[in-house]
């Protein structure tokens, strides 16, 4: 329970001043007493952006070592703030402390591996051609590369991460790791906890001597803030992690900018499984088990949520009776806010109600809670209808039953971009797993085998993105350390005198 006397002052952080402004919005906590909250403005998006330009003139300039500190600053300033987060972001979400806890020392993780990342400079993936003064026909100038930060960025909070994907989270330290000051659009469904992780960012600023304009967070507003964010002629690319249809207006915005930049848009995906014949007859309760833990987990609200199997028409009728005993005593959960658990419920209306689709588990869900739900179809319905193949952000499980091999293949080659796609498979499915993994390379940005695609590790390998929609940018990821290069751009430099050289390549 929160102390009553610890209360949010519910205002913008632009350039280390605390902001009010007139307008309000009162948040809608999943436990405890709502708070109001200054509503952000156009005029305040201009404050910030300005304010970060200025800074990056340092800022983008700073030593790694210095930036590295801040990172590492930031890290210390959020986990000495730990039990108010938890409390915070427990009461604003619904999310278990234990949840928000895991996902507190993932921020903090992020943070101290690009401190180290960008401390051992590789990701600058410095060149050097020496100079030929007596080649033939024509001598060579002494040409020099490396990767340089490109700007301000913007950065939208995310629904169903409020840290590691909101205002300290993945895109803001690989941002701010190349050098890019950052402005951030709070999210609304979590506006305390976001304005708790920015006095620690705040915190750290002053204590590392970065320049204030170096990080802003601007708290909820209409749609009119995050308009103007995205068409600053300030603001160099977008970090945004969020729903298909807000993703792809704020791209289609960055786009139609007079100088459009790079918008990097992780917008979800339906993350199919593909379950073949061995695996299924030597383990099929063990991975129907596995499906239902990983379908609910969190109450489905990842975008890594594994949300169709494909399996094989003849051993479907058990694989669903297992997976339904599995799903039972789930129960239902509570979910972000209660507009997700209302396009929830419409999801499941939306699917129950296709062609050909077949109810197993059908359970009602409450004003802002999900029970999960277990629907059926054959592929040559799925196939025939476009609309299966959407996401439904929550608990929902659609079975695709496949005639054979070939159909199998189909369903594949007919599904769109993808976050991951899995393989569950043992060495009798070698020869279709070959057939179907350059397939679904073309999918998806992360394949598995064997596995579940929620839970997804910070490291260098990985890859969190893949084709549209999944992500606006398939060459982008958005976890791991290669997520740096979104923000850097490569520089040439021929014939230019040690002196003035940049630090990093002199």
């Not at 977008?238 to 790079?262: E, Q």
């Not at 629907?375 to 476009?386: I, K, N, P």
Request: hydrophobic share 45%.
């Amino acid at each position: 329970m929160l102390d009553k006397s610890f209360q949010p002052h519910g205002k913008h952080l632009i350039a280390g001043e605390w902001v009010a402004t007139d307008a309000t919005f009162r948040s809608a906590p999943a436990s405890g007493e709502p708070h109001d909250f200054s509503v952000g403005t156009v005029a305040l998006v201009d404050q910030a952006c300005k304010a970060a330009e200025e800074a990056f003139l340092s800022y983008g300039y700073s030593s790694r070592a210095e930036r590295a500190a801040f990172l590492d600053a930031i890290a210390d300033e959020i986990e000495a703030r730990a039990e108010a987060i938890t409390q915070v972001g427990s009461s604003e979400t619904g999310l278990p402390p234990g949840r928000l806890e895991g996902e507190r020392g993932r921020t903090i993780g992020q943070l101290r591996l690009f401190a180290q990342h960008i401390r051992n400079g590789e990701y600058l993936d410095r060149r050097h051609d020496v100079a030929l003064p007596d080649r033939k026909p024509a001598p060579r100038p002494d040409i020099r590369m490396m990767q340089r930060p490109i700007g301000p960025v913007a950065v939208f909070g995310a629904s169903n991460f409020p840290l590691a994907f909101s205002t300290a989270g993945g895109d803001t330290a690989a941002a701010l790791a190349a050098g890019c000051p950052v402005v951030v659009k709070g999210h609304s469904a979590h506006p305390w906890t976001g304005e708790i992780v920015a006095e620690a960012i705040s915190a750290a600023v002053a204590r590392c001597g970065m320049h204030k304009g170096v990080f802003s967070l601007v708290q909820g507003g209409r749609r009119d803030v995050g308009h103007a964010l995205v068409q600053h002629p300030l603001i160099k690319a977008v970090g945004f992690t969020g729903s298909l249809a807000g993703g792809r207006a704020l791209f289609d915005l960055c786009a139609a900018r007079p100088d459009p930049i790079p918008f990097f848009g992780e917008l979800g995906s339906v993350n199919p499984m593909f379950l073949l014949p061995s695996a299924i007859a030597a383990r099929g309760a063990e991975i129907a088990k596995g499906w239902a833990a990983s379908l609910t987990m969190g109450a489905g609200q990842f975008c890594t949520n594994p949300g169709i199997a494909v399996i094989m028409q003849d051993q479907a009728g058990a694989f669903a009776e297992a997976v339904q005993q599995a799903l039972v005593p789930v129960g239902a959960q509570v979910m972000l806010t209660d507009g997700i658990a209302e396009a929830y419920k419409k999801g499941c209306a939306r699917i129950a109600g296709g062609p050909g689709v077949g109810k197993v588990l059908v359970s009602e869900s409450g004003q802002r809670s999900a029970s999960p739900n277990l629907f059926t179809v054959s592929g040559t319905d799925w196939l025939a209808d476009a609309e299966l193949a959407e996401e439904v952000f929550g608990p929902l499980g659609l079975i695709v039953t496949a005639q054979d091999a070939e159909q199998m293949l189909a369903i594949a080659r007919n599904i769109e971009g993808q976050l991951t796609c899995t393989l569950h498979l043992d060495a009798g499915d070698a020869d279709l797993g070959r057939r179907l993994l350059p397939v679904l390379e073309r999918k998806a940005g992360r394949l598995l085998a064997n596995g579940y695609p929620t839970g997804v590790e910070v490291c260098d390998a990985m890859v969190h993105g893949g084709p549209y929609p999944a992500s606006t940018n398939f060459g982008a990821t958005s976890v791991g350390t290669l997520s740096i290069r979104r923000f850097l751009r490569p520089v040439c430099y021929q014939n230019i005198p040690e002196a003035l050289l940049p630090v990093d390549l002199a």
